[in-house]
């Protein structure tokens, strides 16, 4: 059984309108800040600095932040370990990682909470740089050192992973080929896919495929060992404002009352689940302990027994 498969690890989306309504906050300012940031790259800099794009003449941000070994490791341009995952080099290459981000992002974002989540993913990101430059350095992938890395595909691989750690059984169907899969089959079949490629050398995305490759490696190693992004509350910066619940209003008896009122232990219990729901939207369903997980799984109980 999967993590999400338990009632109590589920957490239903906010409803609404738009296209962005059921969308968590961190998975829809990344895919904003990847859209704005390739517009800018590609239509609005060219256009201020008077400069040509082309195959030979790279944008002027990804000219900056793209990660490779010289510069990130030996020059210590450690920023590139970051910027590179919001960098991409043509339309497809934002569609697909945004689809990817879309669809399979907000899973786990539920599971982290946000603050951790875009831990989770920019550690992803630099996960797969990491292997890209361990394959490099080893010989496995020659005459890399100067190879530009690019894209959020492999934050995205950690996604995938993460999803398939939370619910292996969820089936997904894929456009090309057009066939059905449980999650864990595609995040196998992806991978068996990104080391076929790096051990027979087919096409020139070997480089990519070693950063697919350490992005699932470091998403598979946070889900099965949390304790390692730190305990909840760790990373202040990044900390929501808990919202404060509001008292009950004191009800009034009429001469006739229709309804009893709440009566203590009802408001205690309702306060107890509004706090816990309130810690797993700050750090995720991981962060509860046992008890807590108890009390959701009794009121949930209680609430299905309601007519």
């Known amino acids: 059984m999967g993590l999400a498969e338990r009632d109590y690890e589920r957490d239903d989306p906010p409803r609404g309108p738009g296209f962005l309504a059921s969308l968590?906050?961190?998975?829809?300012?990344?895919?904003?800040?990847?859209?704005?940031?390739?517009?800018?790259?590609?239509?609005?800099?060219?256009?201020?600095?008077?400069?040509?794009?082309?195959?030979?003449?790279r944008p002027p941000l990804v000219k900056w932040g793209a990660f490779t070994i010289e510069s990130a490791i030996k020059e210590f341009r450690i920023w590139e370990f970051v910027t590179?995952?919001?960098?991409?080099?043509?339309?497809?290459?934002?569609?697909?990682?945004?689809?990817?981000?879309?669809?399979?992002?907000?899973w786990v974002e539920r599971w982290w909470g946000s603050a951790k989540f875009l831990i989770f993913y920019?550690?992803?990101?630099?996960?797969?740089?990491?292997?890209?430059?361990?394959?490099?350095t080893?010989?496995?992938?020659?005459?890399?050192?100067?190879?530009?890395?690019?894209?959020?595909?492999?934050?995205i691989y950690g996604i995938f992973i993460g999803v398939a750690v939370l619910a292996p059984d969820l089936r997904v169907t894929l456009i090309i080929p057009p066939v059905e899969l449980s999650m864990r089959q595609l995040a196998i079949g992806m991978l068996a896919?990104?080391?076929g490629i790096i051990v027979i050398g087919i096409g020139d995305n070997e480089g990519g495929e070693a950063g697919h490759l350490g992005g699932a490696i470091a998403g598979f190693l946070l889900m099965r060992y949390p304790f390692l992004l730190g305990k909840p509350g760790d990373h202040p910066l990044f900390r929501r404002t808990r919202r404060k619940s509001k008292a009950p209003k004191a009800f009034t008896r009429s001469s006739t009352p229709k309804l009893k009122p709440r009566t203590h232990i009802d408001t205690a219990a309702s306060s107890k689940v509004d706090r816990i729901l309130d810690k797993i939207s700050r750090d995720g369903v991981q962060s509860l302990t046992d008890a807590e997980r108890e009390t959701l799984r009794l009121a949930s109980e209680r609430q299905s027994r309601k007519p």
């Open 122 to 136: 920019l550690l992803c990101g630099c996960g797969g740089a990491a292997f890209f430059s361990l394959l490099a």
């Open 24 to 57: 968590t906050p961190v998975v829809k300012a990344l895919l904003i800040a990847n859209l704005a940031i390739y517009i800018i790259d590609y239509l609005i800099l060219p256009s201020l600095l008077d400069i040509r794009v082309d195959h030979w003449r």
């Open 138 to 155: 080893t010989g496995i992938l020659p005459n890399s050192t100067q190879t530009g890395l690019i894209g959020a595909s492999a934050g």
């Open 84 to 106: 590179f995952q919001f960098l991409h080099d043509s339309v497809g290459h934002l569609l697909f990682n945004s689809l990817g981000l879309f669809f399979f992002g907000p």
């Open 193 to 195: 896919i990104s080391v």
